[in-house]
Nanobody, 123 residues
Framework: QVQLVESGGGLVQAGDSLRLSCAAS????????MGWFRQAPGKEREFVAA????????HYADSVKGRFTISRDNAKNTVYLLMNSLKPEDTAAYYC????????????????WGQGTQVTVSS
């Protein structure tokens, strides 16, 4: 069982940066690939970024490539999402998720989810 708690969301202006954190419980964190997803009101949940268990492999949605960076610290059981050059269209609730095995871009493969943290970008 893995419990995930996101933090770091907030209200920012376009062009600003935010760093989201996702703290995981349990002693097997390094066994899991981690992903970030987001969901805006009235829209489906969409993939943002994912990282493999070691941190050596990452994957990003085209919409955030070059602006967002996913990383992890297995010693701290934490995964991060650094978001630079934020745009109003990045406004959404952001969720982290965990899956045992290789990283995935499809939400349905993820086994555990956090409660989400809201990011609002004003223009």
């Amino acid at each position: 069982q893995v419990q995930l708690v996101e933090s770091g969301g907030g209200l920012v202006q376009a062009g600003d940066s935010l760093r989201l954190s996702c703290a995981a419980s349990g002693r097997t964190f390094s066994s899991y690939a981690m992903g970030w997803f987001r969901q805006a009101p009235g829209k489906e949940r969409e993939f943002v970024a994912a990282i493999d268990w070691s941190g050596g492999i990452t994957h990003y949605a085209d919409s955030v490539k070059g602006r967002f960076t996913i990383s992890r610290d297995n010693a701290k059981n934490t995964v991060y999402l650094l978001m630079n050059s934020l745009k109003p269209e990045d406004t959404a609730a952001y969720y982290c998720a965990a899956v045992r095995g290789p990283l995935m871009v499809v939400a349905g493969f993820y086994e555990y989810w956090g409660q989400g943290t809201q990011v609002t970008v004003s223009s």
